[in-house]
């Protein structure tokens, strides 16, 4: 298996493209004035305290108030208010126990504001090296769960006890640190402690609504954080970016620093293995299927569902198994646009009926074994009757099509606009109502062309009814820049 990760640059927006085999897996997105705000932490101040949901509002600085949820507030924290340790500090406290408004706090942001939610909070504070996220405020050492082997986890936390047994933090061994040595160990635990001393040194001096804490951007994030034992080449367009990488690699990932190029391609970096086309066939909700198959991804406010269709796929030998070969394609496939499309929280899986109950493991095993791939923790529930299966993806920035796409200006998001028809009986309904409380002496209605046409062709006769009926003569004009639903009733 062979990965590569290009960048693409531009002054005001940053693209990392995560290829595996000559296919898209995921894009990351960072625009210079919309920049990713988890991992940030921030200096604010309890603006409302709201018992009903235990949680509070803090005011961080940004556009909207964030959110603080009572789950998510250290307890540890409260050790010189309540003179007690964190130990036992009641893990039950109610919301207005914890804080109280005009209190000042040190929060790090979880997750990045979503549609009309502020940002989520959090006073778990942690800071990510390449092979460690340091804790403060805690004694606590672990291990990724992404670390299966129980050797290797033995040796991690033996050497974890060692490095960090002077330090007055905890540390969560990531997963980046499967194979890494003492030294190298050693060497993220001193920069984490100097970080952690410059950053409390910030804390004095700052005010309310101070940024104290930034990740790196995008692209070092990407190279910190990828795993890189299969990565064969990391390509990127721009020279003054490709120098930044090549002194980070040289510094926290040495594995990485000769698989560093720069891209001098007349092409653009993006239509290398056709990403640029990927990216725009995932905001549509329609993923096509080898087989001939496809699957209809449809993204709410509640959640995500994924319907799977046979489409054009009749099989070779019965029904049974023909339902049993798409299903297990589109459960590889599902795993995949869910990385793509950056699509998180409550997803449900419209996988086609099969009777057979072994084939109906083995495509919950192919999914599971997909989503294993995923950096974003997942979780799968058995199949249920129906056919129906439940996930969840952790969730932490709006989905691509969201970063990429606003609203229809014609539908306002539905997806749908009134037919023609809808729309001339709207206005015959607006033009009687404007009639009735204003004078006028005539009227002129504004409308799009199609609704216009109807109105002069199709519904002549009721339009004469109508100006009858008021006593007034009507005028219409069509204008092509009207989207279907908009109209204006103009009284002269």
Request: with cysteine; hydrophobic share 40%.
């Amino acid at each position: 298996m062979s990965e590569e990760i290009l960048i693409n640059v531009t002054p005001r927006e940053t693209r990392v493209a995560h290829v595996e085999n000559g296919m898209l897996q995921e894009v990351f997105i960072e625009r210079a004035k919309r920049r990713g705000l988890v991992g940030n932490v921030y200096k604010g101040r309890i603006q409302r305290v709201m018992p009903g949901m235990q949680a509070a509002f803090v005011e961080v600085g940004l556009e909207r108030t964030a959110f603080l949820h009572a789950s998510d507030i250290l307890r540890g924290s409260l050790e010189n208010e309540l003179g007690d340790s964190a130990a036992n500090t009641p893990a039950n406290l109610a919301i207005e126990q914890l804080v109280r408004e005009g209190q000042e706090v040190i929060v790090q942001v979880v997750k990045d504001p979503i549609g009309s939610k502020g940002a989520r909070l959090s006073t778990h504070l942690s800071i990510p090296s390449r092979y460690l996220v340091l804790l403060p405020n805690t004694k606590m050492t672990g291990v990724s769960a992404r670390i299966e082997d129980e050797l290797e986890r033995a040796r991690l936390k033996t050497i974890m006890a060692d490095v960090a047994s002077t330090s007055t933090h905890g540390f969560i061994v990531r997963t980046n640190a499967e194979g890494a040595g003492e030294e190298a160990l050693r060497a993220d635990v001193a920069y984490l402690e100097k970080l952690w001393i410059s950053f409390t040194g910030s804390l004095q001096t700052s005010k309310v609504g101070a940024r104290i804490y930034e990740d790196l951007p995008l692209f070092l994030r990407v190279l910190r954080d990828m795993r890189k034992s299969h990565i064969e080449k990391v390509r990127i367009d721009s020279r003054e970016t490709l120098e930044r990488a090549e002194k980070f690699t040289e510094q926290f990932v040495p594995e990485l620093a000769n698989c560093i190029e720069h891209y001098p391609g007349e092409r653009p970096i993006f239509d290398l293995y056709g990403v640029e086309d990927e990216i725009q066939r995932a905001l549509g909700k329609n993923a096509q299927l080898k087989s001939g198959g496809h699957l209809v991804i449809q993204q709410t406010e509640a959640m995500v569902t994924v319907d799977v269709n046979t489409g054009g796929f009749l099989g070779t030998r019965n029904l049974e198994e023909t339902v049993y070969k798409t299903n297990l394609e589109a459960a590889q496939a599902i795993a995949r646009q869910l990385r793509l499309r950056n699509l998180g929280g409550i997803i449900i899986i419209d996988f086609i009926d099969m009777h057979d109950v072994e084939h109906r493991r083995q495509v919950l095993r192919t999914l599971e074994k997909a989503l294993a791939k995923d950096n974003a923790k997942t979780t799968v529930y058995e199949m249920s009757p129906l056919g129906l299966v439940e996930m969840t993806r952790k969730r932490t920035t709006e989905s691509l099509e969201r970063q990429l796409c606003d609203p229809c200006s014609a539908c306002g998001g539905r997806g749908t606009v009134k037919s023609v028809e809808t729309m001339v009986y709207e206005v015959f309904r607006e033009i009687t109502r404007s009639v009735r409380q204003f004078e006028a002496e005539s009227l002129l209605v504004v409308a799009a062309t199609d609704v216009v046409n109807r109105i002069i062709d199709d519904e002549s006769a009721a339009l004469a009814e109508l100006e009858l009926f008021i006593g007034k003569t009507i005028r219409f004009k069509a204008e092509e820049q009207y989207p279907p639903e908009q109209y204006d009733v103009v009284l002269l």
